[in-house]
């Protein structure tokens, strides 16, 4: 019998990623304009935020994941999304630069706590054989999000006369939808307990050889990736409007609704590790160009490719970790993943920061398009970079 892959579960959380999403992605462009245009912060500032954000993900990772490998999923999920809310709250109230920083970093928290249990509770609900399909649908669901956001943004933005902060605050509502939706996901972990009593004695055991070694070089590889706010904020420096902001970065996220779901599809049926160096490819081809270009056309050209990044890679590469994982470490292994990322993107922040300035060549993002393509070959030639077990 066929096994069904699109699964109540994977459906319900797709909608509340949807709509998280949604909330962050109408504040995140607006971001960058509200601290160095309102607030007068420096893109130093700016860079340090989401690093930080990044990292204080990344410590909630590693304990909400391995956490609910022992008490469930479910629990932190909604415990997540509810405090992503609060700290959107935060930001859209701040009149200084470390309150927008208190704000993200309890944003990232929330994601921090929520992330790794969603993508072990989607791995607990779906087949082995669907999980690239099923990272993908999700992650499409997630940048649907992602396009609404922003177009909420723009609409905010002719309705208030373009008033950063007062638009800002829309984000609230689709962010509290998504706190309320969780309230109907299913438990679908068995805690081990319940069914291997006697194997209960070592209290963590270590993940796989492949599984570290495939985390550790997606972690380096990484370290190129320069927050997207800062992308944005190279937008804004070669002349596009606050509206030019939104409206590029909807065509970013409009390219990944598009890819991500065929980027699963192709990683089920050939290699995680192909389709993501694919994405690398565009990251760095995107950020050569940006880090170049001053001509808007061009630029939007870049973004949208940039877009294919995201889509080949985000989804992809939790589908690669949980693909060469067990379920009983599933949440643990999402958590070390997703964790180690997010410190990688704290390094990225905090030089991809440190360095920008307002010439006409941005060179860290020349420098973060270097060290992509050099992962792409890395991983295209490299047979050992981790593969996709065929245990259950």
């Given at each position: 019998m066929k096994k069904i892959w699109l699964t109540r579960n994977l459906i319900l959380l797709t909608f509340v990623s949807l709509a998280q999403d949604a909330a962050s992605e109408l504040l995140y462009p607006l971001l960058p304009i509200l601290l160095t245009g309102v607030i007068g912060a420096a893109p130093l500032a700016l860079g340090l935020i989401e690093g930080c954000a990044e990292a204080a993900a990344g410590f909630t990772k590693l304990i909400s994941g391995k956490s609910s490998d022992r008490l469930g999923r479910k629990p932190f999920v909604v415990a997540g999304y509810s405090l992503a809310g609060f700290g959107k709250a935060l930001v859209v109230t701040a009149s200084s630069w470390p309150l927008v920083f208190l704000g993200r970093v309890t944003d990232r928290i929330g994601k921090g706590m929520r992330s790794a249990p969603r993508d072990a509770l989607i791995s607990d609900s779906v087949d082995k054989a669907h999980l690239g399909k099923a990272f993908g649908f999700h992650r499409t669901g997630d940048n649907i999000g992602a396009v609404i956001g922003p177009g909420l943004a723009l609409i905010g933005?002719?309705?208030?006369?373009?008033?950063?902060?007062?638009?800002?605050?829309?984000?609230?509502?689709?962010?509290?939808?998504?706190?309320l939706l969780t309230l109907l996901v299913k438990e679908k972990f068995v805690r081990i307990k319940e069914v291997e009593p006697k194997k209960i004695k070592v209290k963590n055991p270590p993940l796989p050889t492949n599984l570290k070694r495939a985390i550790a070089i997606l972690v380096l590889i990484q370290l190129t990736n320069i927050p997207d706010v800062l992308l944005l904020l190279r937008l804004h420096?070669?002349?596009?409007?606050?509206?030019?902001?939104?409206?590029?970065?909807?065509?970013?996220?409009?390219?990944?609704?598009?890819?991500a779901f065929p980027g699963g599809v192709i990683?089920?049926?050939?290699?995680?590790?192909?389709?993501?160096?694919?994405?690398?490819?565009?990251?760095?081809?995107a950020y050569s160009v940006l880090g170049f270009t001053n001509n808007h056309t061009v630029a939007l050209i870049a973004l949208a490719i940039y877009g294919l990044f995201p889509a080949l890679t985000d989804g992809v590469g939790k589908a690669w970790i949980a693909?060469?994982?067990?379920?009983?470490?599933?949440?643990?292994?999402?958590?070390?993943?997703q964790a180690s990322m997010n410190f990688a993107v704290l390094g990225a922040g905090i030089w991809g920061g440190a360095l920008w300035s307002k010439g006409l060549i941005q060179w860290p993002l020349v420098i973060a398009a270097i060290g992509a393509l050099l992962g792409a070959v890395f991983l295209a030639f490299n047979q050992s970079s981790g593969s996709s077990s065929k245990a259950s």
């Open positions: 933005l002719a309705m208030l006369d373009g008033d950063v902060r007062a638009v800002a605050k829309w984000a609230l509502i689709p962010a509290i939808v998504s706190g420096d070669i002349g596009f409007s606050t509206q030019g902001v939104v409206l590029s970065y909807m065509l970013f996220s409009g390219v990944t609704v598009l890819a990683a089920d049926k050939f290699s995680p590790r192909v389709v993501y160096a694919i994405g690398l490819v565009a990251f760095a081809i693909g060469i994982s067990e379920a009983s470490h599933r949440g643990h292994a999402q958590g070390v993943y």
